[in-house]
Each structure stands twice: as C-alpha cells, then as structure tokens.
C-alpha cells in the first residue's frame, strides 16, 4: 500500500508499518499487531483509530482492515497488478461456460476478466451486479445482458442493497463466477464489504454451480467477513495452486481447483 508522502511525515514508523500490513494481509487483529511490535494492545487501539481518522485503514471490531478510500484507489492498480494471471483464470473460468447457460458475474477485477472471455459466445443469458462488467458486454448482440438494480458502491462498478438481493432472487443461474478476498483459517471464503457478500450470498443460493475466482495473492489472505464455506462452492480457479493446508481443506471439502496455464 502507498501512503502520500504528506501524510506520511504525520505517522510513526509504527503506523506506517501497520497500514503496510493491513494493506498486504487484508487484515490485522489488535493482539497480533500488539504482539508483532511488543506493545500493549491499547497503543495498537491509538494507531488504529488516528489511521481511521487518516482514511488510511478501517477500524474493526477487534482490528482493522483496509479503508474503503485505500480500496477505491487500488482499484485501478488491481486491474492492472497480475492482468495476465488474471486474463488466464479468466479465460480458464469462461470456458466452463455451456452454450446456453445462464450466468451470474460478481463484482471484481478478475470476474472483469470472465466476463472479457465471454465476449463473442451466443446465447447466453449474463446476468450481473457489476457495472464495470456489464460495460465490458455491453454491445455483445449474440448474449442478453441484464443489469440488476441497486445502489452503486465505490470506484469497481458494483451495485448492492435491497433492490439488488430482491433482483437476485427472482432468478435460477446455471453458473455464478463469484470474486473474492481471501479465506479464513478454516478454509472459508471471505470478504470486506458487507453488503457485496449478501450479493454474493443471494447468487450462490440460486446458482446450481458456483464458481470462486481469484488469483494466488489471494491465498494467505484474510478479510473482514464470511462469505461461504468451501463445501457451498462447485470449484476455484485460480492461476497457482494453493498452499499446502488452504490444498487440503479444498481437497476435504470436495472442492474442484482449476488451475489456468
């Protein structure tokens, strides 16, 4: 993560290190960072909430994660950082796609790429809650493209709320290509954005295969939120196999992994 030189000159050493790893991990409980730097976790607390007030990370329950400003500036970094892993999975997850099929796109970089790969396919029905994706299809006059309604929520196009969920319910999906931000100890599928993972929740209930895509840095990552357990999914594609526990609760869970070359 990269902090603004003038800002920067008003954070300690400390801080500035506590914004680098929240920004690498996703993010950081209090008692681990107090443990790192061999502080109390009240002087941890006193970090956390100057760098809210700085809108150079959120504050959690218990921790804290990156800020909802830090997010929506990385957003065109992320679109750029691992673009051909991304194009990869994309391309890889694209092609699971039957003719015909009725589809859900999610809101992300790398379900961006899924959709770029749908381009030219006929007769599908793509059904989506990102408008940066839909844009992507739009104009593609051999598939139906439906946009669901909602409010509009950042820099990445993605659109959540009630209108949204309610959209999302009243449809069957043959597949839905779900994005995400890291797991959890236990193998379960997180992210940071409440309201986008009840968008992620509604689509996984009514698709009959749902298919997580992310690439590797995603691995050792934790975020704020559960989004399913591993069991709920049909398959991940990423662009690298996964470390040796995150392999063997994918393995234990029935899991397909789908690594794109």
Known sequence: MTIQAELAGELTQRQLDIV???????YATIDALAHRFTVSAQSIRRDIIQ??????????HGGAGPSETTVRLGYLEKSIRAADAKARIGKAAAALVPDGASVFLDVGTTVEAVARALRGRVGLRVFTSSLAAATILAGESELQLHVFAGTARGADGSLAGAATIAGISAVRFDLAFLGYSGFDDDGTVMDFDLEKIAVKQAALRRADTAIAVGDHSKFERRAIAHVAPLRQLTRLVSDAQPPAELSEQISAAGLDLLVAN
């Open 51 to 60: 760098l809210d007030r700085m809108r150079l990370l959120q504050r959690f």
């Open 20 to 26: 680098r790893i929240v920004g690498e991990q996703g």
